[in-house]
């Protein structure tokens, strides 16, 4: 009996050190970015996983998410476009593409063509951090956010006369806003075509250079598998529910 009682001893203390062994990583995100927070942390918590890592995330203000994962506080940036981030050496890119980023301007004026040029003499709403959109309107007359909402309530009272946002979380936002107010945003419109479709890719911090060509690998058999088109469809899917 008393052997019988040490073995399972052992046995439990064996499997506790087995999980408590299994390494992590922490990946910062952006909060209440619907494709940063949905999406990338559905493809990228299977790729970590198939490596044998448990994926932390991080959810952060865009700057601040970005801040932390350059300055090796988190072990990379969940999704990031690769022109913007030649500035930071210390983030080192796994090159296979999660998917593409999409900006929208959303307004009241139907009239207005969907162009940066008819921007330039408007008063712009832009989310605070999106590195690419910053750049953009830099030289524009902009209010930027952290949070969505706010720049959607400053639109619908005239306050901002368009917003240069992620299309994803433009549509979830006022969505989300009609759906507690039936009487209010129903004059705001989505502009199309987007302006900017373009590749995001993970990021690491290159204290973790080593984990660089798993990823790509495993990416890479992940994307011919078509689970990161199946992320991004299912992820549009839900949206319409």
């Known amino acids: 009996m008393k052997n019988t009682q040490a073995l399972l001893l052992l046995a439990t203390l064996f499997f506790t050190v087995t999980v408590r062994a ?32 448990k994926m932390i995330y991080d959810p952060q203000p865009a700057a601040r998410a970005l801040h932390r994962a350059e300055k090796g506080i988190t072990d990379g940036a969940a999704s990031r476009v690769k022109k913007m981030m030649l500035k930071y050496p210390s983030l ?13 301007i959303f307004t009241k004026d139907k009239d207005m063509e969907a162009s940066l040029d008819s921007l330039r003499d408007s008063r712009i709403g832009i989310r605070r951090g999106i590195k ?32 240069y946002i992620a299309k994803v979380d433009g549509v979830v936002t006022l969505t989300e806003l009609r759906n507690k107010d039936k009487y209010r ?25 080593h984990l660089v060509e798993k990823l790509t690998k495993i990416l890479g058999q992940m994307r011919d598998e078509g689970y990161l088109k199946k992320a991004y469809m299912d992820f549009e899917a839900s949206l319409r529910h």
């Open 22 to 53: 299994q390494p992590e990583v922490v990946v910062s995100s952006i909060a209440d970015l619907m494709t940063d927070s949905v999406v990338a942390q559905d493809i990228l918590k299977e790729a970590y996983s198939r490596m044998g890592y």
């Open 92 to 104: 080192i890119i796994v090159p296979v593409k999660l998917f593409e980023f999409r900006v929208s």
């Open 132 to 163: 690419i959109v910053e750049a953009q309107t830099a030289d524009m007359d902009t209010w930027s956010s952290t949070y969505t909402p706010e720049l959607f309530e400053m639109l619908e009272s005239d306050r901002l006369d368009a917003l």
């Open 185 to 209: 945003f129903n004059e705001i419109v989505d502009l199309s075509p987007a302006l900017i479709n373009i590749p995001v890719y993970h990021f690491v911090h290159e204290k973790n250079k």
